[in-house]
């Protein structure tokens, strides 16, 4: 089971009052949240393994080379004392964040770590990719846990690759397997990177080809195959395809020649060594106790302890 954990703990921040504060008032509503989903996750599913996929880079360099709006949208315009920094030094990005989450990512990551769940990321590259790698290295099913649509590319049923996609808060998950994939967009996971490209998508300032919307975007892919088909299409006056249509995607030709590098999920990255296993006990149950005190956690973390015990 991999977690995409930014896009759990932003629902979870959401998704429980903000009243659910420690002892010295500092809100911890996405610390307590998060450790609730991940306790009812390993309840309801019993993974023997569970990896926290983490945005070391929430907006890559090299993705924003290729497409300047990438994510442009999200980038606070102020960024707080301390950060834009990474660990080399170098100016980075600050994700626009509310300004009572901030505060609790830290705590996250201690209460992760103290427990024990592997916790991994990489430099230079979001969760998305830490997931993409891990899900092709993996030698048996896998359950993605994200809200966000673009991982839906990894489904694959005869891999076992299923996303489980939070449609209420962090309590209802939608099954999202291939049939599901087809039926709500009309492709298959592989397909579904042509489809989000070619529709855009705000959320991600990914400006897609203008007047082709979702609908539009799968019966072009019916029609033709795959991007590539659609783009030799374009270039085939005998080729069905309208005036319109074809004008606009011929003047979207720089835009389609590098949106597939930024869409799709990388497959490769260099990870470091880490221990996947689902712990029984906590790694550091003097941390784990410190820390339970210090941030009231209360009954989230007592449950979340008593499920792996389980």
Known sequence: MLLDTASLYFRAYFGVPDSVRAPDGTPVNAVRGLLDFIARLVQDHRPDDLVACMDFDWRPAWRVALISTYKAHRVAEEAPEGAGVDQEGAGVDQEEVPDTLSPQVPVI????????????????????????????????????????????????????????YPVKGVGTLQLVDESYVREKYGVDGRGYVDLALLRGDPSDGLPGVPGVGEKTAAKLLAAHGDLAGI???????????????????????????????????????????FDPALPRSPRDPGAVEALAERWGLGGSLRRLLSTLEG
């Not at 011929?250 to 490769?268: C, T």
């Open 109 to 164: 990551d201690e209460v992760l770590d103290a427990i024990g769940i592997a916790r991994v990321g990489a430099a230079d590259y979001e969760a998305d990719d830490v997931i993409g790698t891990l899900t092709g290295r993996a030698s048996g099913p896998v359950d993605i846990v994200t809200g966000d649509r673009d991982l839906f590319q990894l489904v694959d049923d005869e891999r076992g690759v299923r996303v489980l």
């Open 231 to 273: 783009m030799a299409a374009v270039d085939d006056p005998t080729a069905k395809l309208t005036p319109t249509q074809r004008k606009r995607l011929d003047e979207a030709r720089p835009y389609i020649e590098v949106a597939p590098k930024v869409v799709r999920v990388a497959s490769d990255v260099a990870l470091p060594a």
